[in-house]
């Protein structure tokens, strides 16, 4: 069974960086054609694609956020991250990561695994 | 980005009763669309994919139908424990985008 765990910082201040890491058990982060994803849930709002990383390199972003994101994936850890620069506070929310995979190059079965959510206050 | 117009935002009905929640693309999206239900605190959960496949252990009383840009969500008898919110997902192209939510209440 496929777990993810975001963990990092509970609060970061203005114009500074936040960074989290998504830790998955259960299986490897390089096989298969999967993706990792993180997602962000401002409180009481909808859900929003942060962007991914393919199982074998390779990124996409979401372009309304792409001058600032960077999303790594660490094989040896079986772990992958996310920098989110110049954070203000609408980058207050709970982040998600979470696994897809494809099936001719299309999205199969959504957003299959996720994790729990960690919320990320940005405040002085 | 392809906008995904969701409605109603919420509603408040009976045990047993049928709900209907639809989703709305700004442009064809075929069936690249997927049904989540988020409880409160929790990550959401895959109900439908493919806007008509019901996920693996996925109650038959969830459905969906739709192609193009409109698409339905069906509770077909809605039960205490399907409180939450629903939200459509489309994958036809990237970014992938949500809709606003549906929040499910018991009157």
């Known amino acids: 069974q496929v777990q993810l765990q975001e963990s990092g910082p509970g609060l970061v201040k203005p114009s500074q960086t936040l960074s989290l890491t998504c830790t998955v058990s259960g299986g490897s982060i390089s096989s298969g054609s999967y993706y990792w994803s993180w997602i962000r849930q401002p409180a009481g709002k909808g859900l929003e694609y942060i962007g991914r990383?393919?199982?074998?390199?390779?990124?996409d972003y979401n372009p309304s956020l792409k001058s600032r994101v960077t999303i790594s994936v660490d094989r040896s850890k079986n772990q992958f991250s996310l920098r989110l620069t110049s954070v203000t506070a609408a980058d207050t929310a709970v982040y998600y990561c979470a696994r897809h995979y494809d099936i001719s190059a299309k999205m199969a079965h959504g957003f299959d695994y996720w994790g729990q959510g960690i919320l990320v206050t940005v405040s002085s | 980005d392809i906008q995904m117009t969701q409605s109603p935002s919420s509603l408040s009905t009976s045990v047993g009763d049928r709900v209907t929640i639809t989703c709305q693309a700004s442009q064809d999206i075929s069936k690249c669309l997927n049904w989540y239900q988020q409880k409160p605190g929790k990550a959401p959960k895959v109900l439908i994919y493919g806007a008509s496949n019901l996920e693996t252990g996925v109650p038959s009383r969830f459905s969906g139908s739709g192609s193009g840009t409109d698409f339905t969500f069906t509770i077909s008898s809605l039960q205490p424990e399907d409180i939450a919110t629903y939200y459509c997902?489309?994958?036809?192209?990237?970014?992938?985008?949500f809709g606003g939510g549906t929040m499910v209440e018991i009157k």
């Open positions: 997902q489309q994958y036809d192209d990237l970014p992938f985008t």
């Open positions: 990383i393919y199982a074998r390199g390779g990124t």
